[in-house]
């Protein structure tokens, strides 16, 4: 069974530029969440989407935005990036909009020169 | 911003010692995990525990809630140099019609062989 998967695994783009990250979750859940990591703190919740809709938001700047497919895949898109905008990534999926355990993929590790 | 705040920020024992993390947390939760995290890659799931438990076990592992205190302690019994990893408590809380994991800044655990 196949977990989580993000893709890219690395990437770095210049200040201004725009970038789009990529999960597909386990097979089965249709909910996706993304979270940000930066260096030395926990994960920070950008994004929930269940059934295609957004149902839950962080607190994150407009440059930040998200859809999810009808196979439940989602992309996460950051425009005009900023240094700040250094980090792990993560995507997590669960069954339900509220399920208890969410399972994470690897993450993406974006940075911004 | 951050729910949880582990304690210690960091921690190093040697093989086969007990770890004891501890959590606190602000606001009334639904249930508080604990996640692992090796070398800035995704999270682990290791454990829930509701609200309304005070105790629970999985294998090593041994995790208490005190919602009068708002604290919660990850206990690893005979540690093993594979444990040395990042660990996070996150809270899911009442109310919304999202879910959400809030994180804290997570203890750097070093099981040195």
């Known amino acids: 069974d196949a977990g989580v998967t993000q893709s890219p695994t690395h990437l770095i783009k210049t200040r201004g530029q725009q970038v789009t990250l990529r999960c597909s979750p386990i097979s089965g859940h249709k909910s996706v969440s993304w979270y940000q990591q930066v260096l030395g703190q926990g994960p920070q919740f950008i994004f929930q989407?269940?059934?295609?809709?957004?149902?839950g938001r962080g607190n994150f700047p407009d440059r930040f935005s998200a859809r999810q497919f009808p196979n439940y895949s989602s992309e996460l898109n950051v425009n005009a990036l900023l240094l700040g905008d250094s980090a792990l990534y993560l995507c997590?999926?669960?069954?339900?909009?509220?399920?208890?355990?969410?399972?994470f993929g690897q993450g993406t590790r974006l940075t911004v020169v | 911003s951050q729910q949880g705040e582990e304690d210690p920020q960091a921690l190093s024992i040697q093989e086969g010692e007990n770890a004891t993390m501890n959590c606190s947390y602000k606001t009334s939760i639904n249930n508080l995990q604990w996640y692992r995290q090796n070398s800035g890659r995704g999270l682990v799931h290791l454990i829930l525990?509701?609200?309304?438990?005070r105790e629970k076990h999985s294998g090593r592992l041994r995790v208490t809630l005190d919602t009068s205190k708002k604290s919660s302690s990850l206990l690893i019994t005979a540690s093993r140099a594979a444990d040395t990893a990042s660990y996070f408590c996150a809270t899911a809380n009442t109310g919304g019609s999202n879910y959400k994991l809030t994180f804290g800044k997570g203890t750097l655990l070093t099981v040195n062989p």
């Open positions: 989407y269940y059934e295609k809709e957004e149902r």
């Open positions: 525990i509701r609200s309304n438990e």
């Open positions: 997590a999926s669960s069954q339900t909009q509220k399920n208890t355990e969410a399972f």
